[in-house]
T-cell receptor, first 113, second 110 residues
Framework: DTGVSQDPRHKITKRGQNVTFRCDPI?????LYWYRQTLGQGPEFLTY????????KSRLLSDRFSAERPKGSFSTLEIQRTEQGDSAMYLC???????????FGAGTRLSVL | DAKTTQPTSMDCAEGRAANLPCNHS???????VYWYRQIHSQGPQYIIH???NNETNEMASLIITEDRKSSTLILPHATLRDTAVYYC???????????FGTGTSLTVIP
C-alpha cells in the first residue's frame, strides 16, 4: 500500500492555458474521486469513477473540466482555458470494493496567474 | 446527505483530551458518521467512523448519541501534531462521495 499519489504537487500556469493532473489510486481500488478545495473551505466533490466508468459529476465540473480513467487505474483531470477562479487544491481519493474508508492523496495545488 | 454543524474553532491544552462536537440532527437511519482531519497543505486523513455504536481506534474515540443526532470525537491526549481542521461528515453508505463542511480548526496549545 503506497497510498494515493498525485502529480504534480504544485502547478503554476497562466490564464488561458490548459493543465492536466494525474492521480494514481491505491492498487486495486475500484472507486476514485476528485475534489476541489479553495482556501478556508472544505473539499468539494467534483466527480467519481467506478473502474473506468464516470458515474457522477458535480455541477462544479464545468465544460472546461474533463476527467478520465481509461483503464480503471490512474485518472487524469484536465482543465482547459484556465481561469483565476480555478486556483485551488485538487484532491484525489480512492476506496476499494466493499471497503469503507476513502484514502486521500496530498493534492495538486494549482495557481492561475 | 445530512448536513453537519461544527464549531468553527477550538483550543486544547497539550496532553489534555480534545472533545470535538458535531451536530447532525437530520441524519437518517442508514447514514454513517465519518471524521477526517486535514493538516495544513496535506490531504484529508481518515480518523474514525461509526453508524450507531461508539467506536475506538488507536487515534480517537467516537461517541454517537442514542438518537444519533450528534456525535463527539475524542482525542484522548492531544499533542501539537493534532493541530488541524477536523471534519465531521455524514454519508448514506460507505462508498459515497463526501460533502465536507468547513470543519473545526483545532489548535493544541503547549
Amino acid at each position: 500500500d503506497t497510498g494515493v499519489s498525485q502529480d504534480p504537487r504544485h502547478k503554476i500556469t497562466k490564464r488561458g492555458q490548459n493543465v492536466t493532473f494525474r492521480c494514481d489510486p491505491i492498487s486495486e481500488h475500484n472507486r476514485l474521486y476528485w475534489y476541489r478545495q479553495t482556501l478556508g473551505q472544505g473539499p468539494e466533490f467534483l466527480t467519481y469513477f467506478q473502474n473506468e466508468a464516470q458515474l457522477e459529476k458535480s455541477r462544479l465540473l464545468s465544460d472546461r473540466f474533463s476527467a478520465e480513467r481509461p483503464k480503471g487505474s490512474f485518472s487524469t483531470l484536465e482543465i482547459q482555458r484556465t481561469e483565476q477562479g480555478d486556483s485551488a487544491m485538487y484532491l484525489c481519493a480512492s476506496i476499494g470494493q466493499g471497503a469503507d474508508i476513502q484514502y486521500f492523496g496530498a493534492g495538486t495545488r494549482l495557481s492561475v496567474l | 446527505d445530512a448536513k453537519t454543524t461544527q464549531p468553527t474553532s477550538m483550543d486544547c491544552a497539550e496532553g489534555r483530551a480534545a472533545n470535538l462536537p458535531c451536530n447532525h440532527s437530520t441524519i437518517s437511519g442508514n447514514e454513517y458518521v465519518y471524521w477526517y482531519r486535514q493538516i495544513h497543505s496535506q490531504g484529508p486523513q481518515y480518523i474514525i467512523h461509526g453508524l450507531k455504536n461508539n467506536e475506538t481506534n488507536e487515534m480517537a474515540s467516537l461517541i454517537i448519541t442514542e438518537d444519533r443526532k450528534s456525535s463527539t470525537l475524542i482525542l484522548p491526549h492531544a499533542t501539537l501534531r493534532d493541530t488541524a481542521v477536523y471534519y465531521c461528515i455524514v454519508v448514506p453508505n460507505t462508498g459515497n462521495q463526501f460533502y465536507f463542511g468547513t470543519g473545526t480548526s483545532l489548535t493544541v496549545i503547549p
